[in-house]
């Protein structure tokens, strides 16, 4: 990176990610079973500019998929398709809210709070 460049922001936002070999490792699944997933927002799938397929790490937890993350990934998708959408809200910190994660909720099992702030998210981004 030159001194001109700036960092890419979505790193912050997004934070470490997987790739479809080290989800597949780390789940025991294959990889197809993996790209199967994030197709059908079992798992949380971006796919860059350059076409690279990655998973953001935050959606495992303990070492499995946040319980309730395809029922919340389910309803974002209303309100708009764009997977890099949906992981900012998911993952932004926001100091003064709780929890400060969205995707916290889901590590609390707190499922039908973050249903409900997924619909009224959804909802004003399709408004």
Same mark, same amino acid.
């Not at 799938?45 to 790490?57: A, D, I």
């Given at each position: 990176?030159?001194?001109?460049?700036?960092?890419?922001?979505? %790193?912050? #936002?997004?934070?470490?990610?997987?790739?479809?070999?080290?989800? %597949?490792? /780390?789940?025991?699944?294959? $990889?197809?079973? *993996?790209?199967? %997933?994030?197709?059908?927002?079992?798992?949380?799938?971006?796919? !860059?500019? $350059?076409? !690279?397929? &990655?998973?953001?790490?935050?959606? #495992?937890?303990?070492? !499995? *998929?946040? @319980?309730? &993350?395809?029922?919340?990934?389910?309803?974002?998708?209303?309100? !708009?398709?764009?997977?890099? /959408?949906?992981?900012?809200?998911?993952? *932004?910190?926001?100091?003064? @809210?709780?929890?400060? =994660?969205? #995707?916290?909720? &889901?590590?609390?099992?707190?499922?039908?709070? @973050?249903? =409900?702030?997924?619909?009224?998210? %959804?909802? @004003?981004?399709?408004?």
């Amino acid at each position: 990176m030159t001194e001109d460049e700036q960092p890419n922001p979505w %790193a912050r #936002i997004v934070g470490p990610c997987y790739t479809v070999a080290s989800m %597949a490792r /780390t789940l025991r699944w294959s $990889e197809a079973d *993996v790209v199967e %997933a994030g197709e059908h927002m079992r798992l949380l799938m971006l796919r !860059t500019e $350059e076409g !690279t397929v &990655l998973f953001p790490s935050f959606q #495992i937890h303990n070492g !499995t *998929v946040v @319980a309730g &993350l395809n029922e919340v990934l389910l309803i974002l998708q209303t309100g !708009t398709t764009s997977p890099w /959408t949906w992981t900012q809200w998911l993952n *932004v910190e926001l100091p003064d @809210a709780d929890p400060p =994660r969205n #995707i916290e909720y &889901l590590y609390n099992g707190r499922l039908e709070e @973050a249903m =409900r702030d997924a619909r009224h998210v %959804a909802w @004003a981004w399709s408004s």
